[in-house]
Nanobody
Framework: QVQLFESGGGSVQAGGSLRLSCKVS??????MGWFRQAPGKEREGVAV???????EYADFVKGRFTISQDAAKTMLYLQMDSLKPEDTAVYRC?????????????WGRGVQVTVSS
């Protein structure tokens, strides 16, 4: 069983930065990732990292967001730079998947990220 706890959400002005953290309890050798859902929109994949450190990003965050994990795979991070108002959403970390469009088995509760113009 894997449990996930996010932190680091908040409010920032456009162009600013935030760093999300996700504490991972338990182990799953598959990929971990970040997903987001804005009000009235479907959930979308943001970034995924596998156990070897290979990463995959959604086109709309490439060059702005960076996913990383610690060596023990107990922490997952999402560095978000050059934030835009359209990045406003609830961000959730997930584990037990394979890539951005695959199902993930374990989910955190999420943190709110609000970007004002």
């Amino acid at each position: 069983q894997v449990q996930l706890f996010e932190s680091g959400g908040g409010s920032v002005q456009a162009g600013g930065s935030l760093r999300l953290s996700c504490k991972v309890s338990g182990y799953d050798r598959r990929a971990m990732g970040w997903f987001r859902q804005a009000p009235g929109k479907e959930r979308e994949g943001v970034a995924v990292i596998d156990s070897a450190g290979s990463t995959e990003y959604a086109d709309f965050v490439k060059g702005r967001f960076t996913i990383s994990q610690d060596a023990a795979k107990t922490m997952l991070y999402l560095q978000m730079d050059s934030l835009k108002p359209e990045d406003t959403a609830v961000y959730r970390c997930a584990a037990g998947g394979w890539h951005l469009r695959s199902p993930f088995n374990y989910w955190g509760r999420g943190v709110q990220v609000t970007v004002s113009s």
